[in-house]
């Protein structure tokens, strides 16, 4: 049975001999990997660049408190970047890593859906393929057209694929859970760890469902965004950048709440892509990438960046 360890070594090789830089992830639980900071900063530079990464993701709200078989609220996406003035055909390179992985198109019912795509928090959108094999959607590649607002400099091309879902398919088992993390693992082992695992999907969909404080997560939420209007105001584009998008796992878990309306969530994510494009003009200024005075970011943000909303006011 294939491992997710496997997987992730194989596809870091095959694209380390692409060209790619591998990082390490992002510091911070994210929705989708684009979100990683590196990534977001490089893109905003003219040169080319490539990069991949493993990456955790949390989507509370995808929770099926550990009843779906490969629908969780915590996955691994394995992410790659890829921004050249001409790219080789990635639609090739994609298919490539999955024969690799011993996923060969000769024996299996291979299927690109057209899919259109935007993420609201950093103002990016694009078009794209999602993969099925055998009806299992296990990777996707978008093509962006506009990030922070703007069109990339060079095209950029993003591939991510769902590791659990790989391992899943190629190594046949009932569900994500039992899928081994290492090879060669006795049994008994390998039922104690598909429980271990089921069990904090359930916790951790109790907790976004039922237990999370709602007061606290907003307080998370409008704090990160204060701090981050303050981070612009000194003229740390990064930082800010981070401050920003930390926001969106608090927002998450009030979604899945049901602490969250719909007309809140736009705001929140609107308030998030506009501190997400100031960031990016800093950015850009100070790196003499754009006409932009650095000193004109958040001269107009309101006067609640500059509030001190208090220390010990956070439930627990």
């Not at 997710?4 to 992002?26: E, R, T």
């Not at 078009?127 to 057209?145: K, P, S, T």
């Not at 859970?177 to 089921?198: F, N, S």
């Amino acid at each position: 049975m294939a491992s997710m360890q496997q997987v992730i070594q194989q596809l870091s090789m095959f694209w380390d001999g692409k060209g790619c830089a591998v990082l390490p992830p992002c510091a911070f639980r994210v929705p989708m990997g684009l979100l990683h900071p590196q990534a977001f900063f490089r893109l905003l530079e003219p040169d080319p660049w490539m990069a991949a990464f493993l990456q955790p993701i949390s989507r509370p709200a995808d929770s099926r408190a550990g009843t779906h078989p490969y629908r969780t609220g915590r996955h691994l996406q394995f992410q790659v970047i890829w921004k050249a003035p001409e790219p080789t055909d990635p639609h090739n390179a994609l298919m490539e890593s999955l024969e690799l992985l011993g996923a060969h198109r000769r024996d299996h019912d291979l299927r690109w859906t057209e899919i259109h795509t935007e993420v609201a928090a950093l103002g990016a959108s694009g078009h794209g393929w999602q993969v099925e094999l055998d009806g299992l959607d296990i990777a996707r590649i978008n093509f962006l057209d506009r990030l922070a607002e703007r069109a990339p400099a060079v095209p950029v091309v993003e591939i991510a694929y769902g590791i659990e879902r790989l391992a899943l398919f190629l190594g046949g088992a009932e569900d994500v859970y039992a899928v081994p993390w290492q090879g060669a693992i006795d049994q008994h082992t390998q039922e104690g760890t598909r429980e271990k695992r089921r069990e904090v999907e359930v916790e951790l969909h109790r907790y976004s469902t039922e237990v999370a404080n709602v007061g606290y997560l907003q307080q998370v939420v409008d704090g990160l965004d204060r701090e981050s209007g303050r981070c612009l105001k000194a003229g740390l584009p990064q930082a800010a950048y981070e401050l920003a998008v930390r926001a969106l796992p608090a927002l998450d878990h009030l979604e899945a709440r049901g602490a969250l309306p719909a007309a809140e969530r736009r705001h929140w994510l609107e308030q998030i892509r506009a501190r997400v494009c100031e960031a990016a003009d800093l950015y850009q200024g100070t790196h003499g990438l754009n006409e932009i005075d650095p000193d004109d970011i958040g001269r107009d943000d309101i006067d609640r960046d500059d509030i001190d909303p208090g220390e010990g006011e956070h439930d627990a």
